[in-house]
T-cell receptor
């Protein structure tokens, strides 16, 4: 199983649609979860952190399912400006000489295209 | 303004040359990171540093070197030993608690092309 896995898409949706992305992760010890947004040829930017109880920021809702080891991102009322690649990010612990070392692992991203 | 800067934005290199990419942050973050991104691929960690004068290899460190002489600066050298250096290079920083749990903030990136 890949450490962090996302459906690459593309998701092509009309303006106003609701769209949801899932991301699965392999490490049950993971404690930190994020969604980043990356526009074409730009750097990733933090969209939102994902908390255990789920959290909402305007049209965006993030949820965590620890039992099934996945996080989700829901975008309501899609705008043209939402077109981008959405990266799932999870801290994954790996064994090392010093014990267990955690680092953020980035998924390959899910591409969203919102059409007029 | 607080943030992370990278320079240059675009860099062209001839085969066999070493080049150094600059990364500076004024966020007072302890941890800094270098990633590379290839088209259609995720970010892959090259090196990271959790404190001045200390750094660790990431998943793809071969052909790269770094230094961390100052908290604000984490330059990356792409050496001639890196066989496929053409990529988008991203620098990031975070406050850093153990276990890599902190949000990372990215610079605008350097696009390196080997001619």
């Amino acid at each position: 199983r890949k450490e962090v896995e996302q459906d690459p898409g593309p998701f092509n949706v009309p303006e106003g649609a609701t769209v949801a992305f899932n991301c699965t992760y392999s490490n049950s010890a993971s404690q930190s979860f994020f969604w980043y947004r990356q526009d074409c040829r730009k750097e990733p930017k933090l969209l939102m952190s994902v908390y255990s109880s789920g959290n909402e920021d305007g049209r965006f809702t993030a949820q965590l399912n620890r039992a099934s080891q996945y996080i989700s991102l829901l975008i309501r009322d899609s705008k043209l400006s939402d077109s981008a690649t959405y990266l799932c990010v999870v801290n994954i612990f790996r064994a090392s000489n010093e014990g267990s070392q955690g680092n953020l692992i980035f998924g390959k991203g899910t591409k969203l295209s919102v059409k007029p | 303004d607080g943030g992370i800067t990278q320079s240059p934005k675009y860099l062209f290199r001839k085969e066999g040359q070493n080049v150094t990419l600059s990364c500076e942050q004024n966020l007072n973050h302890d941890a800094m990171y270098w990633y590379r991104q290839d088209p259609g691929q995720g970010l892959r960690l090259i090196y990271y540093s959790q404190i001045v004068n200390d750094f660790q290899k990431g998943d793809i460190a071969e052909g790269y070197s770094v230094s961390r002489e100052k908290k604000e600066s984490f330059p990356l050298t792409v050496t001639s030993a890196q066989k496929n250096p053409t990529a988008f290079y991203l620098c990031a920083s975070s406050i850093d608690r153990p276990g890599g749990r902190d949000t990372q903030y990215f610079g605008p990136g350097t696009r390196l092309t080997v001619l």
